[in-house]
Structures are given as C-alpha cells and as structure tokens.
C-alpha cells in the first residue's frame, strides 16, 4: 500500500500551532451581554463581556479576543448605536486557528419614528433639467430628444443621447451614461459618480467613406468625452445631493416646527426605482 503524500494528509502542523489549538480550547466565555437590549432608534446599548482562558505571558502563543474585527481586552465594554438590528460577534483568534465565543443581539426599535417618502419623478425630472440646460445653445453637442434620468438600488442613472459635431469630418451620435450613487451618511445627503460609458456610433456609409478611419477618430473622442463627463459628472453629483437635502431639510422642518424636546434627525434614506424613501426618528 503506497504511503501518503505531504500533499494528501495535508500540512504538518508545528509545535507552536498544536499548542495554540491546546490554548484556544481552554478560552471560555463567562459572559456577553447587551444593555438595554432593545433601543430606540439613534439610542445606544452598552456590551459588555468576560472572557477567561486568554494566557497572560507565552510568547509563544499569540491568542486575542476580537469584537467583531475589533481587538479587545478580555474583559470591557464598548457602546453601540447600531442603525439597524444587529447581532455581534465575539471571537478569540491565534495566529493558525479562531474560535466563536458568543453573540449579543442589539435590537431596533423604529416605533416613534416617521417615514417620509418622495416620488421618483421628483428627482429624474430635475436632474434630466439640470443636464439639458448645461447642453442647451453648444454648437458641437446637440441633444438628440433629451436625456433620460432613473432610479435604482441607492443609485441614479443617467443617459445622454448626443450629436457630436466633428469639425472636417462627419458627424457622429454619441451615447452617453451616468451612474452616480445616492446615500446618507451622518444626517446628510451624498452623491458620487461611479462610473461614466461613452459609445460613439457612425452609420456605415460614413465608416464606409472614411476608409476606416472612423475607428481611430471614435477613440479619440470617447476618452476625451469621458474625461470632459467626469468633471461634468462631478458637478452633477454634487447638484443631485442638493436637491435630495432640500427635500430632507424641507421634511425636518415641517417635523420639528412645534419645538419637540428631542428633535427629529435624518436616520437612513431608502433608494430605490419606487423612489426615495426617508427614516425620521427622535434623537433620545
């Protein structure tokens, strides 16, 4: 009978890793606990843990103890202001192995709060405005019917359809799509291009006479339109920020117009081809 290989049986573990898997059984949770268990929404919930087990001096074990992808003392707490349910995780790690210790579930509760929703024509109509206004009156650049704005997940698409006029040469359509994120973050209303496509088409009797030059001249402009789009993208992801903090400030005001003596705050915002929809709730 042949005898295994190395490759078969695996890696040989070292002396130092047989001990650290020694060490890592004996880790133990005496306790994790989450107080209050429940929170309003915006609230905070103290964890609290003990871990023993940990060897105090070895320096040839190396074993932690990790709050999620956090190292902690074997024996603390941290405060948490989850924004959702969540549930956390207690590990203890070496250098070769880890081990779950225990979880604590910090809920949620979204009761006292009002949900305020804004209808997706109320962005694609600006932004479709916005565009058509910057590209309204160019020579080189014509709309070819009007650009065309959607929403999907925590995102924005935009498409451009374009006539380019190329000087001694032919014309050309180009089409041109924007996608910018669209998300909150610390109350406030964010946007970023995440990417920018340009296709440039010529009918084929233009390719035809060119002598298949089109090809060479489409390159040429494709880059320099992305770079051109990407400042202009820049801009606009800035205006489209604006326009959705409007809506925001305009709902906060409305919400906090008799003086409440905690406040409403911005707590999350829900993007999606329904439209946008806003969590306001209490500051505790």
Do not use: Y
């Not at 296709?199 to 880059?223: C, N, P, R, Y």
């Not at 992801?237 to 003596?261: F, H, K, T, Y």
């Amino acid at each position: 009978m042949a005898t295994p290989t190395r490759e078969q049986t695996g890696p040989i573990e070292t002396e130092e890793a047989k001990k650290e898997r020694a060490a890592l059984k004996k880790v133990k949770l005496r306790s994790f606990t989450a107080t209050p268990p429940s929170i309003e929404a915006l609230g905070t919930s103290t964890l609290r843990w003990s871990v023993t087990g940990i060897p105090a001096v070895d320096v040839t074990i190396n074993l932690s103890v990790f709050l999620e992808d956090e190292e902690v003392a074997p024996v603390g707490s941290k405060a948490v202001s989850p924004s959702f349910t969540r549930t956390f995780h207690l590990n203890a790690k070496g250098s070769v192995a880890d081990k779950t210790l225990g979880t604590a579930q910090v809920k949620v509760d979204f009761g006292a709060c009002e949900p305020r929703e804004l209808v997706p024509s109320a962005v694609t109509r600006t932004v479709q405005a916005e565009i058509d206004a910057q590209l309204v009156g160019s020579r080189k650049v014509r709309l070819r019917g009007g650009s065309k704005a959607s929403l999907g997940d925590f995102s924005v698409d935009v498409k451009i359809p374009l006539e380019i006029e190329v000087r001694s040469w032919f014309n050309a359509d180009m089409d041109v799509s924007l996608r910018f994120s669209l998300f909150a973050s610390s109350e406030r209303v964010r946007s970023t291009l995440d990417n920018v496509s340009v296709d440039v088409k010529w009918t084929f009797l233009e390719h035809l006479a060119s002598l298949g030059v089109t090809g060479i001249v489409q390159s040429a402009m494709q880059q320099l339109a992305e770079s051109l789009l990407d400042l202009m993208g820049t801009l606009l992801a800035d205006r489209l920020a604006s326009l959705v903090q409007r809506e925001v400030d305009r709902e906060l005001a409305q919400l906090n117009a008799d003086g409440p003596p905690n406040p409403f705050h911005l707590h999350s915002m829900e993007v999606s081809d329904l439209g946008l929809t806003f969590l306001f709730c209490h500051a505790p």
